[in-house]
C-alpha cells in the first residue's frame, strides 16, 4: 500500500515545478515583485473597465442608432415617396450623421436565420445586431468595414429594401483607447523608473559578492567602499570588519610560526651537531633517526599552519601547473600519469591562482596516492559551460573506506594509527590541500576510484 507523502515533501524536494521556474538573480526576482502587481492591477482594471464601461458605453451608443434606424424605417413605411425619402436622408445625413438609401420595391436577398450565422463576431456588431432585433422586426443584413471605419445596416421594409450606412464611431467611444493608452504608458513609464531604481539598489549588493568571493579567493580587495541602502552598508561594514581581523590574524600566526621556526631550528641543529660528534653507534643512529623524525614532523606543522603565506595569486596555465607536478613526481620515483584525453583541454586554461600553494596541493594528493598505489591519473576539464574546472587525481591503491572519507580531512587524521617512517606522514597531506582548495574559492572531495583505489575531485571557479 502506498502513503502519500505530505505537500511539504514535494515542495522542499522540488518536485513542484514552480520553484525551478522562479528567475535566480535578486534583481529579477525584485522585478518579478514588481511587474506581476501591475499585471495584475491592469488585468482586473481592464476587465471591470470593458465590463462596466465600454459594454455599457457601447449599448447605448448601438441603442441610439438603432432607434434613430427603427424611427427612419417607420417613417419611409409610411410614406415612401421620393420627395420624402430625399427630405429624410438629407436630415439623417446633417443632424445624425447617417447615408440613406431606398430601393423602392426591392426584396433583400438574405434569410434571417442565415445572416444571425454570417455576422462578424464582433462586440460591436453582436450590441447593434441585438439592439436592431429589439426595435424592429424585420429582415435585416450588417455589414462592416473595419478598414474603412463604416458600417451599413440594410433592412427588408414593406414597400422596399433600406440601406443605412454610418460611421464606426456612432458605436462606441475613443475614450477607451484613451485610457487603455495612459493606463499602458504610465505603466511602462513607472517600471522603467523602477527598474533602474532597483538596479541602484542591487549594484552595491553585487559588488559586495563580487569583493567577497576575490576575498575568498586569496585576492585584494581595494575598490569596494560602502554604499546602498543602511542594511548593504551595515553588511559590507561588516565584511570590511571580518576582513581586517583575518587579515591580523594570518599576519599575527605568520610572524609567530616564523619565530617558532627558528626556536625550534636551532636546538634541532644543535642536538644533530652533538650526535655527529658521538661517533657511530645503534644508540646514535637510533637517536639520528628520532630526530630526522621529528624535525620532519615540525616541517608537516608548520607548513599546515603556514598556509598560503603572503604569495599573492597571478594568472597561470593550469596545463604548465599539471606537467610539473607529474614531472616532479616521475623524478621521485612514482608511477603517474597525465591523462590526455581531458588534459590537452588544460592548455588552453588560465586561472588566477597561488602557483606554489598550488602546485603544493596538487603535489600533496600525489604524494599520498603514491604511497599506496602503483599508479596514479591526474588530468583536468572544463564543465558547467567552462565556468570551473574540475581536476582529479586517481589511483589504483587499496582505497579508504567510505565512512572515512570526511574525516581524512580533519588535521592529524590518520587511517593508518602508526606513525613510522614506512608509511610516512602525520595526517596534514589532505587538510593542506582542503585549506589550499578553499582558499581558492574550490571545493575537495573523495570518491571511490573506476581503478578500484582512491578518486580526489577539486573543483574550482575559472
Known sequence: ????????????????????????????????????????????????????????????????????????????????????????????????DLLIGFDKDAKLDVDPVENEGAMWGSMVIKTLDNEIREHMDRPFLLDADFEEKWMEVTIQLENGVLSVSLPQRRLFSSSSYIFLIWMIGASVILLAIA???????????RRLAIAAERFGKGRDVHAYKLEGAAEVRQAGQAFLDMRK????????????????????????????????????????????????????????????VRGEGGEQVSMI????????????????????????????????INMMLRPMAFERCLTNLVNNAGKYAEHVWIGARRIEDGSKVEITVDDNGPGIPEDKYEEVFKPFYRVDSSRNVATGGVGLGLPIAMDIVHSHGGKIWLEKSEQGGLLVVIRLPV
Open 1 to 96: 500500500m502506498r502513503i502519500p507523502l505530505p505537500a511539504k515533501i514535494f515542495a522542499r524536494d522540488g518536485i513542484f515545478p514552480i520553484k525551478r521556474m522562479l528567475p535566480k538573480t535578486l534583481f529579477a526576482r525584485s522585478l518579478l515583485i514588481l511587474v506581476v502587481p501591475i499585471l495584475l492591477i491592469q488585468l482586473i482594471t481592464t476587465t471591470v473597465f470593458f465590463d462596466r464601461h465600454w459594454n455599457r458605453m457601447t449599448s447605448r451608443l448601438a441603442f441610439a442608432v438603432s432607434g434613430e434606424i427603427a424611427m427612419i424605417a417607420a417613417q419611409i413605411e409610411e410614406d415612401s415617396s421620393s420627395d420624402n425619402v430625399k427630405d429624410i436622408s438629407n436630415y439623417a445625413a446633417s443632424s445624425l
Open 245 to 304: 581581523r583575518i587579515q591580523r590574524q594570518i599576519t599575527q600566526r605568520t610572524e609567530m610560526l616564523a619565530g617558532v621556526s627558528h626556536d625550534l631550528r636551532t636546538p634541532l641543529t644543535r642536538m644533530k651537531l652533538q650526535l655527529a660528534m658521538l661517533g657511530d653507534s645503534p644508540d646514535v643512529d637510533a637517536m639520528k633517526n628520532d630526530l630526522s623524525e621529528m624535525e620532519r614532523m615540525i616541517e608537516g606543522y608548520l607548513e599546515f
Open 195 to 205: 527598474i533602474l531604481f532597483m538596479r541602484n539598489q542591487i549594484r552595491p549588493i
Open 317 to 348: 596555465g593550469l596545463g604548465d601547473l599539471l606537467h610539473k607536478v607529474v614531472v616532479s613526481s616521475k623524478r621521485q620515483g612514482k608511477d603517474i600519469t597525465l591523462v590526455e584525453s581531458v588534459g590537452a583541454e588544460t592548455e588552453d
